[in-house]
């Protein structure tokens, strides 16, 4: 049997397209693993400490590329002495040298005497919000390198205000949430 010029150019060129097609399959992988190593992260909430602004369940892409922490940002961070390599969700409200006061009655909270406006705390009317015990600890200053975190859910988050997580560190934050989305229906 013998195999023409055109059978050889198609041999050749289906081989070759093969080929383009493996390597770009493994550039593709190469890409999405180096980029979910070294830039962004993947984490799936768990629990309802950040009601409403995040639902059990809810999907976040994180980065702790460049991150220096500002109040305000929501984060996902490790509490060594809670529950070691546990994500937390958390939202931040100081960082190293700031001042944070809390009315537990009003559900106030200050920082360098100034009301934080914040319109996403799961509010809930004629309660007093959780202290922990540690109520009569207020106003603190937040330590060099740490961060005093809170979750939305104020009476449903543990969180800086409780000593079981305490100010944390900024080396156990993971990232910075930077994109958050649903993959299974509510």
Not at 62 to 72: C, V, W
Request: aromatic share 12%; proline share 4%.
């Amino acid at each position: 049997m013998t195999i023409n010029k055109k059978d050889k150019a198609l041999s050749r060129k289906l081989v070759s397209e093969y080929f383009d097609w493996v390597e770009t399959f493994i550039l593709a992988l190469a890409f999405v693993l180096l980029t979910f190593t070294f830039l962004v992260r993947f984490v799936i909430v768990d629990g309802s400490s950040m009601l409403q602004t995040l639902k059990d369940g809810d999907s976040l892409i994180i980065s702790n590329l460049n991150y220096e922490p500002k109040s305000g940002d929501i984060i996902v961070v490790t509490a060594p002495h809670y529950r070691e390599d546990y994500p937390l969700v958390k939202r931040v409200i100081a960082t190293e040298g700031q001042v944070v006061d809390i009315d537990f009655e009003t559900w106030d909270v200050y920082v360098d005497g100034e009301l934080l406006d914040e319109d996403y705390v799961n509010f809930e009317p004629g309660r007093p919000m959780e202290d922990y015990g540690n109520a009569g600890a207020y106003p603190i200053t937040v330590e060099e390198g740490c961060v005093f975190v809170m979750g939305d859910n104020r009476n449903g988050s543990i969180d800086s205000r409780s000593s079981r997580i305490g100010q944390l560190s900024e080396k156990n934050i993971m990232g910075k949430v930077i994109f958050k989305f649903r993959i299974l229906p509510e």
